[in-house]
């Protein structure tokens, strides 16, 4: 996300909603997979790997200087098939990013360029734009058009509108990364909801199935604990920046998602560890990949709450014999 939040947005971060979209590439990282379904027609299984690619990138500018970017996101997802990305987050529609596209895109394809022979090989990553807001001029694709001689390539740019998502959309399409954003599609109609208290209601309730999803989801091993947990306070965050002058509605969503992260839930984030290393086969690699297991829970524990390695070993209960091998590997 290029651009800087608005007022509307200013209570915890000048860019909360860029802070929300990485934090969920960074630790939901699988959860991106099946809108890359959605926006480009795939069919990948929700199993593959993902894999990011450096986000900074130095652009070479025409007095020799080096201008340095940031992208919000360019990865790959490995498995059967295997694809190059690039997402991109705004909050407002806006055709200038079609430059940062075009400056990121090339980068990246230069970054992992090959040479073979006398041949420079190049792949220009699928491209799309996230506009949290837009309009009903907010066109579907944005496109790149490319002219070589005589000859014209049009690069099409698909455009996911969050505004148009119902709910029902979100968790029939599995669209679980969009989620935080939802309260977006509010954005109009904010003042509305805070002083109508059965328009409140609804907004409320609205919530209240999303918790309730996450929470079968969950409760299937269909969803960890750490990845619903993250969901949820990301959505929070968007509902304080969104909502920072609607104090009602912030109260009511926070009612229906807020809260720290209880025992049991660390117990739950600990025993799926568990269950995945037992997956491993032998003893050996059952003990590492538990162990690896642990370590990724607990750095989410620390990262979400703020908590030292220490109170996170000591809620996930971590035997005394465990405890230095974590510890090495934080």
Known sequence: MAEKAGKDTGVQSSTPYDDVFRTLLNDCRQLVIQLVNEVFGENYTGEEEVVFSPNEHFLNQQDGGEDKRITDTSFSI???????????????????????IFEYSTQVA???????????????????ILFLRSTRNTPEQMHIRFQFREEYFTYDIPVIKMQQYTLDDLLRK????????????????????????????????????????????????QLSTYYKKTLIEMSEKVVDNLAAGYENIRKEVRAVMGGKILEYEAKTILRQGEQKGRQEGRQEGLQLGRLENLVQNIKGLMKTMGWSAEQAMDMMQVSEEDRAAVASRL
């Open 78 to 100: 490995l498995g059967v098939k295997a694809g190059k990305y690039l997402l991109e987050c705004q909050t407002n529609p806006d055709s200038s990013m079609l430059v940062r």
């Open 174 to 221: 599995n669209l679980l990364f969009l989620l935080p954003f939802y309260i977006f599609t509010y954005d109009r109609k904010l003042q509305e909801y805070d002083t109508n208290e059965e328009k409140l209601n609804a907004l409320q309730a609205e919530y209240r199935m999303i918790v309730k999803h996450l929470n079968d989801l969950e409760y299937s091993n």
């Open 110 to 128: 230069l970054d992992e360029s090959k040479i073979s022979g006398d041949t420079l090989e190049v792949v220009i990553p699928n491209c799309a």
